[in-house]
């Protein structure tokens, strides 16, 4: 069994690192999540939005068609190109 605390110190403004005194409050866990609650989530949905858009950059980086494209975009035509593909992929 670990310890549990029942309550939590909150700063009021949302910014940790100001400790003033007016700006301190000892709340419970529930009331503590509630006041933080909006600023959190935008936060949380914000990490959520950046990790899907890394997840889709590398999944497209690693199809071909996608290298294929990028090439043909630097002035390369669909036939170079796909030989520069072939060549990268050691076929």
């Not at 069994?1 to 007016?22: K, V």
């Not at 009331?31 to 935008?42: I, L, S």
């Not at 990790?51 to 199809?63: C, F, G, L, S, T």
């Not at 630097?74 to 990268?88: I, M, N, S």
Request: overall charge neutral; charged content about 35%; hydrophobic content about 35%.
């Amino acid at each position: 069994m670990g310890l549990y605390r029942s309550h939590e110190g909150a700063h009021l403004d949302g910014d940790p690192t100001n400790n003033e005194e007016d700006n301190l409050a000892y709340l419970c866990r529930k009331r503590h999540r509630a006041h933080d609650r909006r600023e959190w989530a935008a936060k949380f949905s914000a990490w959520i939005r950046r990790r899907r858009e890394e997840r889709i950059e590398a999944k497209d980086n690693a199809r071909p068609i996608t290298r294929l494209l990028a090439l043909m975009e630097q002035g390369l035509d669909e036939a170079a190109a796909a030989e520069q593909l072939w060549k990268e992929q050691g076929a």
